[in-house]
């Protein structure tokens, strides 16, 4: 299958800094790429919709100003967590996909832990 | 996006079959049936998906109920490799905005 890679994996950071995280297609151009959040034992929540070259949409109750997305190519969209607190510590994963049809598949990033102190 | 109930955890022995049950009885006639797996600490990946016919690929089979209400994702002989949580995602309708809403899923544990 299609690679996607985040970086960073990992990130500590203090509260109220920013911290950028991306995710990359490695080897196929993604139209369209999905932001996800994931608290222990709990499920992913998706977070916002990427397109290309367009503004995110971001999905009821996500912050827009807090949670920045960038999606200026078909291979990299960035999220950036704007003044981070304790409660924004989660499991950031991004997906990317060629196509938005029923049948395309999406492709995970592995994912990058954040915690903020 | 229409629901789907799977329960919440099975456990299989090591190489044994194991059939993994959802049901989506609100499922429209064109919806996808969409099954991605995540495992420990690791981003979801793709495991198979159908419409209505029954699929195989290298990863799994996919068994679709006749009226679509429900589908198993059968993994033939089960590894200590395949303890991850699996999700059954129903995928389009009228909708072609490409989301995946997860559900719960259900937590594998395989036993040696």
């Known amino acids: 299958g299609a690679v996607v890679s985040q970086h960073p994996s990992r990130v500590i950071c203090k509260s109220g800094t920013s911290v950028k995280i991306e995710c990359r297609s490695l080897?196929?151009?993604?139209?369209?790429m999905f932001w996800y959040r994931q608290f222990p034992k709990q499920s992913l929540m998706l977070m916002a919709t990427?397109?290309?070259?367009?503004?995110?949409?971001?999905e009821q109750g996500v912050e827009k100003d807090k949670f920045l997305i960038n999606h200026a190519s078909l291979t990299l969209s960035t999220l950036t967590v704007t003044s981070a607190h304790p409660e924004d510590s989660s499991f950031y994963i991004c997906?990317?996909?060629?196509?938005?049809?029923?049948?395309?598949?999406?492709?995970f990033g592995p994912g990058t832990r954040l915690t903020v102190l | 996006d229409a629901k789907t109930t799977q329960p919440n955890s099975m456990e299989s022995n090591e190489e044994e079959p194991v059939h993994l049950p959802c049901n989506h009885s609100t499922i429209s006639g064109t919806d996808y049936i969409h099954w991605y797996r995540q495992l420990p600490s690791q981003g979801p990946e793709y495991v198979i998906h159908g419409l209505t016919s029954n699929v195989n690929n290298r990863m799994a089979s996919l068994a679709i109920a006749e009226d679509r209400k429900s589908s198993t994702l059968i993994l033939h002989r089960a590894t200590l490799r395949d303890a991850a949580v699996y999700y059954c995602?129903?995928?389009?309708?009228?909708?072609?905005?490409?989301?995946?809403?997860f559900g719960q899923g259900t937590t594998l544990q395989v036993k040696p």
């Open positions: 995602i129903l995928r389009g309708g009228t909708s072609n905005t490409g989301k995946l809403i």
């Open positions: 990427s397109n290309e070259g367009s503004k995110a949409t971001y």
């Open positions: 080897d196929f151009q993604a139209t369209t």
């Open positions: 997906s990317a996909t060629g196509g938005t049809r029923s049948t395309d598949t999406q492709y």
